[in-house]
């Protein structure tokens, strides 16, 4: 059973960080893509970064690139979402999701991450 946990969400200052966790069990890092999405109220869900370990690919969407890092831990099935220079706008609940290619799958339960201004 694929399983996905989210954590490290919370209340932030705009240009301070957070580190997400999503933390993965019942399938292979070989074989999915883990991505991040994210949805703010009276938004639409939207991609936010995705990694495949098996061709070290990864994906940032225009408005977190050079502000986001996305990165896996194998031996931990874990991957983290470290976010800088946060902003009030990057305020949502944020998803982990796994997949095909980036394509969402199976999702977490979301985590909500709030920047005050």
């Known amino acids: 059973e694929v399983q996905l946990q989210a954590s490290g969400g919370g209340l932030v200052q705009a240009g301070g960080s957070l580190r997400l966790s999503c933390a993965a069990s019942g399938f292979s890092f070989d074989d999915y893509s883990i991505g991040w999405f994210r949805q703010a109220p009276g938004k639409e869900r939207e991609g936010v970064s995705c990694?495949?370990?098996?061709?070290?690919?990864?994906y940032y969407a225009d408005s977190v690139k050079g502000r986001f890092t996305i990165s896996s831990d194998n031996a931990k099935n874990t991957v983290y979402l470290q976010m800088n220079s946060l902003k009030p706008e990057d305020t949502a609940v944020y998803y982990c999701?796994?997949?095909?290619?980036?394509?969402?799958?199976?999702w977490g339960q979301g985590t909500q991450v709030t920047v005050s201004s």
């Open positions: 999701a796994a997949g095909p290619d980036c394509s969402p799958s199976y």
């Open positions: 990694i495949t370990s098996s061709d070290n690919f990864t």
